[in-house]
Nanobody, 123 residues
């Protein structure tokens, strides 16, 4: 059973940066990894994803050019570097792992989920 633990969330001013981390345990880490977020009163939405090899990435239009997903397979960890943060980025951020994924943006494709980390961007 794969376990995912996110960290790195917090309160930041608009225009600031945060780096989220997601540490995986209990598996081989040969998964595609994704980040999703859910703001209060809104549905969960896709943020970014990366293939196991790191050769493929996918980003939501709303974060392109501001967020960067990366992974260190030696540390079983995936990261989300978030720059130029906006109040609209405020949400709980979740990482997720998928053994096989074809529709990167669909949360249904992911098999394992972390508990989430809160990101709050003040104006």
């Amino acid at each position: 059973q794969v376990q995912l633990v996110e960290s790195g969330g917090g309160l930041v001013q608009s225009g600031g940066s945060l780096r989220l981390s997601c540490a995986a345990s209990g598996g081989s880490f040969q998964y595609a990894m994704g980040w999703f977020r859910q703001a209060p009163g809104k549905e969960r939405e896709f943020v970014a994803a990366m293939s196991w090899s790191g050769g493929l990435t996918n980003y939501a239009d709303s974060v392109k050019g501001r967020f960067t997903i990366s992974r260190d397979n030696g540390k079983n960890t995936v990261y989300l570097q978030m720059n130029s943060l906006k109040p609209g980025d405020t949400a709980v951020y979740y990482c997720a792992a998928a053994e096989i994924v074809t529709r990167w943006m669909s949360g249904d494709e992911y098999d394992y989920w972390g508990q989430g980390t809160q990101v709050t961007v003040s104006s």
